[in-house]
């Protein structure tokens, strides 16, 4: 019999008496190990979900701008065409033109509305999807590793 197995067979039949070698040191160093792999990938989720948010928040600052410049460019193309449809209605403004131009104004008027709404709901979806994250990431944070060792 060697001398480690001895340790073992005296540390079994007495387990408060000595301190942990064999294979309990070698339970040890697993348990450290993993650990430590917990926590590596504790921290790489929560850095891949931060990274999403900061994507999302991109996004959303991008989308804006592009809002605001689609907007102000359909405000002004309407602008335009109201102040024609003016102009054509002076004496004797012929009925098909000022039809047609009252047409587009309406068309005009539809795109700045869908504009409008198709940026809300674009908006709204990553703002849930930020929120999902956010909560995905507090979860990971109050998440106690040590209960699983």
């Known amino acids: 019999m060697r001398y480690?197995?001895?340790?073992?067979?005296?540390?079994?039949?007495?387990?408060?008496?000595l301190e942990p070698t064999g294979n309990q040191h070698r339970s040890n160093v697993e348990d450290q190990d993993f650990a430590g792999l917990l926590s590596k990938s504790q921290e790489q989720e929560q850095q891949r979900?931060?990274?999403?948010?900061?994507e999302i928040e991109s996004q959303l600052e991008n989308r804006e701008r592009i809002h605001e410049t689609e907007t102000r460019e359909l405000e002004e193309a309407l602008q335009q065409e109201e102040?024609?449809?003016?102009?054509?209605?002076?004496?004797?403004?012929?009925?098909?033109?000022?039809?047609?131009?009252?047409?587009?104004i309406r068309?005009?008027?539809?795109?700045?509305?869908?504009?409008?709404?198709?940026?809300?709901k674009d908006s709204q979806?990553?703002?849930?999807?930020?929120r999902r994250l956010q909560r995905e990431l507090a979860e990971l944070n109050d998440t106690d590793l040590s209960a699983l060792l």
Not at 49 to 54: D, G, S, T, V
Not at 125 to 130: C, H, N, S, V
């Open 125 to 130: 979806q990553l703002r849930r999807e930020k």
């Open 49 to 54: 979900i931060e990274n999403e948010l900061k």
């Open 4 to 17: 480690s197995e001895y340790e073992e067979l005296l540390a079994d039949s007495r387990p408060d008496t």
């Open 107 to 120: 068309e005009l008027e539809q795109w700045l509305q869908d504009a409008h709404q198709n940026h809300w």
């Open 83 to 104: 102040d024609r449809l003016k102009r054509l209605q002076r004496p004797f403004p012929p009925t098909e033109k000022v039809d047609a131009q009252q047409q587009r």
